[in-house]
């Protein structure tokens, strides 16, 4: 069965310093993955796809499937990406989303 | 891109009552989807809806729960008895669109 593991409960950062959010997976075939952040008091809403090989906010992330691993990064953090980040990726059978546990990202000024 | 609105934004329940929570409203939506998110824990899959039928549910979406669409654009979960252990928000979220569209979410408190 697909899983995906978000290992990284917290993740607290001074503003300006590097991020990497962590994600593997486990799936049999070739999966779609996604981030969804959510902000405080806000929806889940889409981050990115590594479909679209977009940088969405400064944030990129890229499928590694060696290490099957689809972590994302910001090379600058910034205070107002203090939210919680969850990895995605489809059931197996279907398109439907499963959502790792999430991390908590923390941007200290 | 229309949102996602779900009432209420918080409901108290007690334990073994009947709670329906709702999108609403919606038009021209085909694909809707529950999810529930318990306090600390991820959020899971609970069902999906396609064209007035369950098109897939998880191992949550047991008898105590059951969907539908009444009047063609409202989309409500009913949880039939509640358990303290139902107490978790709850999305609803909708396709086509740019990934998923999540609503606001309505946090159920079962006492």
């Known amino acids: 069965a697909q899983r995906v593991t978000q290992p990284e409960k917290l993740l607290s950062v001074f503003k300006g310093a590097p991020v990497e959010l962590k994600c593997n997976y486990s799936?049999?075939?070739?999966?779609?993955l996604f981030w969804y952040v959510q902000y405080s008091r806000q929806r889940l809403q889409l981050l990115l796809r590594?479909?679209s090989r977009e940088s969405i906010k400064g944030f990129t992330a890229d499928l590694n499937k060696g290490e099957t691993s689809f972590h994302l990064k910001k090379p600058f953090a910034q205070e107002e990406d203090s939210a919680m980040y969850y990895c995605?990726?489809?059931?197996?059978?279907?398109?439907?989303?499963?959502f790792g546990r999430g991390t908590s990202l923390i941007v200290h000024p | 891109e229309p949102e996602v609105t779900q009432t209420p934004s918080h409901q108290v329940t007690q334990m073994g009552q009947e709670v329906i929570l709702r999108c609403v409203p919606i038009?021209?939506?085909?694909?809707f989807y529950w999810y529930r998110q318990i306090l600390g824990q991820k959020v899971e899959f609970l069902v999906s809806?396609?064209?007035?039928?369950?098109?897939?549910k998880s191992e949550i979406f047991d008898d105590q729960f059951s969907v539908e669409r009444p009047d063609g654009s409202n989309f409500t979960l009913k949880i039939r008895s509640t358990k303290l252990e139902d107490s978790a928000m709850y999305f609803c979220a909708k396709t086509p669109g740019d990934g998923y569209t999540f609503g606001s979410g309505t946090r159920l408190t079962v006492v």
């Open positions: 590594h479909i």
């Open positions: 809806f396609y064209n007035n039928e369950i098109s897939e």
């Open positions: 799936y049999s075939g070739s999966p779609e």
């Open positions: 038009s021209n939506h085909l694909y």
């Open positions: 995605a990726l489809p059931r197996e059978g279907s398109y439907i989303p499963t």
